[in-house]
């Protein structure tokens, strides 16, 4: 591969109800593919030399569905945080949160705080719950009227979830769409982006591996002429 391995990567996992209702199955067992499939990506994403990576797992928007859907979901996050963020300590992996984790169940809300205490390491995993780009923007401006500060580039980003996160490089989707969904809207101004048809429990360690090659043949200008 030529180029540079990505510092930071996002992930927009979408597709997980399409993948069940193509197999007839209930939308529970997309989100449990899903879920499975998460967990292995990362551990390769970051086995590929990535630093940090920001998975898309639930947006403020998806916390309209159905009750019942919701419940199914947050079940899902339970086992995870309860039983398999071991292997992010195993891998030397720091598990970070960006969200409003207030708007999740409290008893969520204490099993994630103590994952975040239980893992360390110099690569970062970030979860994105209960998030949406815009509101952290509109949260970051009125800390900004808060302090009675007028801002830059570099003193308003700190004052997002993501400040002090690496630059976004890279950002996939899955599922066949081909927009952001209010996933990190400022961060995403110069960051590479790529969809896949995939549904997401479909996405290999091939898929992402075909990813990065394709992100190291790009030639990334930042609004210069290529070749500068």
């Known amino acids: ?26 939308r529970a067992a997309g989100h449990r593919a899903g879920m499975k499939r998460m967990m292995g990506l990362v551990e390769h994403i970051f086995a590929s030399g ?11 928007e998806n916390l309209r569905r159905p009750k019942e859907e919701l419940e199914e979901l947050f079940s899902l996050f339970r086992e995870y945080f309860s ?11 720091a598990l970070k949160t960006i969200g409003d984790l207030t708007l999740l169940p409290p008893d969520l809300q204490e099993l994630i705080g103590k994952a975040k205490e239980d893992s360390s390491g110099e690569k970062t995993l970030v979860l994105a719950l209960a998030y949406g780009g815009r509101q952290d923007i509109l949260s970051a401006c009125n800390e900004a009227v808060r302090r009675g500060q007028i801002v830059t580039e570099q003193t308003f980003a700190s004052m997002l979830s993501t400040g002090g996160m690496p630059a976004l490089d890279l950002l996939i989707r899955t599922g066949r769409e081909k ?48 070749g500068e």
């Open 1 to 26: 591969m030529k180029g540079n391995i990505p510092v930071h990567i996002g992930i927009i996992m979408d597709g997980n109800g399409r993948w069940a209702k193509a197999r007839l199955l209930p």
């Open 50 to 60: 990535v630093c940090c990576c920001t998975v898309f797992a639930l947006s403020a």
């Open 83 to 93: 039983k398999n963020v071991y292997r992010l300590k195993e891998n030397g992996i």
């Open 179 to 226: 927009r952001l969904s209010n996933f990190l809207l400022y961060e995403a101004a110069y960051a590479e982006l790529l969809f896949s048809d995939k549904l997401f429990p479909d996405f290999s360690d091939k898929d992402f591996d075909a990813a990065l090659e394709e992100y190291a043949a790009r030639d990334r200008r930042f609004g210069k002429l290529g």
